[in-house]
Structure formats: structure tokens, C-alpha cells
């Protein structure tokens, strides 16, 4: 398997960004971490291995991004709308530097967003936002509401931009919504997990944005990265992901 360490000075966030890469072609899957966690935190915890033959043959390559939680919604220092304006800072990263190297690495047309936890919400926040950039997004357990991160307050700037939910019930963007459609949204998420009643806001918000999505419950607890394997075995690893 083809293993890539890049990292470079990002002028978008005025500071070092890494990354890994493994592959070397196939549909381009942007992996976020969990929160406050480490681009190299997939491989250090064999999530790797659910999809190792889709990338020996070269039908996913896995582009892996590091995070600023710490800077962004976890920094209790700051204001929340300070905490917010990070995090929209962190998705123009990705979106103007990590995607832009991601094309000059592989011209697949297709691309994934895909996390567990923490990273399930980065991987819809960013989708939703920027939907003309994905094909499919995969959240595993994930939360969409980042009001236990801004101390239960809202805004119609930078919070409601960061928030999914929110940002959803606002979008009144016709143009926008019809982009949000044509992606594929997998949501996996176990009945057991406090986040579980989030996820169905969620779904059902989509629901109602005419927004078609596979809302995938699953038994138990499943928030932990035994279960995030068997999820990506099951929607990424079990399926031909060639896009």
C-alpha cells in the first residue's frame, strides 16, 4: 500500500498542516479525524485495514486531514462565535489547499467525506456547505448540533454556519439544496448512543429538505472504533467504492 506523509505552512489557518495519503487511485476519500484527534489517528487505530483491498486496487485512495478542535470549538478561552469563526477558518483549509493537492494527486471525479464522531460532523458540515465538491458522505456516530460548544447560544452568522442542523432548518438557497441532493448521506449510528435522538433530528430535517439519505441504526452502543471498523466494512469496504 502506497503511504504519503505532506504537510505544509497553511496561510488560511497561519500555521503547519500534516496529512497522509494511502493509495494511489480510485474514488478521493477525505477522512476527518475524531475530536481533537490526529490525521494519523485511522492508522494508528488499524481502521486501515477494513479497506486495505479497495485501496491495493486502487478503488479508494484515503487522503488523510488533521484538525484545529482544539482551536476551534474545544478552546473554551475564546467566545463561541471565536470558536465558530476557527472552524469555518479549518474548512477553508480544506477547501482552497487539502481538495486543491487532493485533485493534483488524483483525477477521479468522485470524492467521499467520511469520519466517525467529531469527524462525522466535520465530513457533513463541510458537505453541506460546499456541496458541489462531494459525491457521498459517510458519518459514523455522529453529533450535528454544536451547542454543547457554544454554550447553548446560536447566532445567524458563524455558529448556524458551523452547525448542521441549524444550518439546515435556515438554508433557504434552492440552488444550494438541489446540490445537497445529489449526494449520497450515510448516517450509521447505534440506538444505544446518547447522540442517537441528534441523528434523527437530523435525518428527519433532511427529510424535510427533500434530501434522500440511508439513516442506518444499528444495535448497542457502537460508538468506538471496533464498531467505526465493522461500519466502514459495511458502507465503504463491503461495497465496490469505485464511483
Known amino acids: 500500500m502506497l503511504r504519503e506523509y505532506h504537510n505544509w505552512h497553511s496561510p488560511t489557518l497561519g500555521r503547519n498542516m500534516e496529512l497522509l495519503t494511502f493509495g494511489h487511485a480510485g474514488a478521493r476519500v477525505l477522512v476527518f479525524p475524531t475530536s481533537c484527534g490526529r490525521f494519523?489517528?485511522?492508522?494508528?487505530?488499524?481502521?486501515?485495514?477494513?479497506?486495505?483491498?479497495?485501496?491495493?486496487?486502487?478503488w479508494i485512495q484515503l487522503f488523510c486531514v488533521d484538525g484545529v478542535d482544539e482551536e476551534s470549538w474545544f478552546n473554551t478561552h475564546v467566545p463561541p462565535v471565536d470558536r465558530a469563526r476557527r472552524h469555518l477558518q479549518y474548512q477553508e483549509y480544506v477547501i482552497n489547499e487539502v481538495l486543491p493537492f487532493v485533485y493534483?494527486?488524483?483525477?477521479?471525479?468522485?470524492?467521499?467525506?467520511?469520519?466517525?464522531?467529531?469527524?462525522?460532523?466535520?465530513?457533513?458540515?463541510?458537505?453541506?456547505?460546499?456541496?458541489?465538491?462531494f459525491n457521498r458522505v459517510l458519518g459514523m456516530s455522529g453529533v450535528y448540533d454544536v451547542r454543547e460548544w457554544t454554550d447553548n447560544q446560536m447566532d445567524d452568522g458563524a455558529m448556524r454556519q458551523g452547525s448542521p442542523c441549524e444550518y439546515l432548518l435556515a438554508l433557504e438557497d434552492h440552488a444550494k439544496i438541489e446540490q445537497i441532493?445529489?449526494?449520497?448521506?450515510?448516517?450509521?449510528?447505534?440506538?444505544?448512543?446518547?447522540?442517537?435522538?441528534?441523528?434523527?433530528?437530523?435525518?428527519?430535517?433532511?427529510?424535510?429538505?427533500g434530501i434522500w439519505h440511508a439513516f442506518r441504526p444499528c444495535d448497542g452502543f457502537a460508538h468506538d472504533w471496533p464498531q467505526w471498523y465493522e461500519m466502514i466494512q459495511d458502507h465503504i469496504g463491503g461495497a465496490d467504492s469505485r464511483g
Not at 494519523?40 to 486502487?58: T, Y
Not at 493534483?104 to 456541496?131: C, W
Not at 448512543?193 to 434523527?200: F, G, K, T, W
Request: no cysteine; net charge negative; aromatic share 14%.
Open 40 to 58: 494519523f489517528d485511522w492508522e494508528n487505530r488499524g481502521m486501515l485495514k477494513a479497506v486495505e483491498r479497495h485501496i491495493e486496487q486502487g
Open 104 to 133: 493534483s494527486k488524483n483525477e477521479n471525479q468522485f470524492t467521499m467525506a467520511i469520519g466517525a464522531s467529531f469527524g462525522a460532523y466535520h465530513s457533513y458540515s463541510i458537505a453541506l456547505r460546499y456541496p458541489e465538491r
Open 181 to 209: 441532493r445529489k449526494i449520497e448521506f450515510i448516517m450509521p449510528i447505534g440506538v444505544e448512543d446518547p447522540l442517537y435522538p441528534n441523528n434523527q433530528w437530523m435525518s428527519q430535517i433532511m427529510w424535510d429538505k
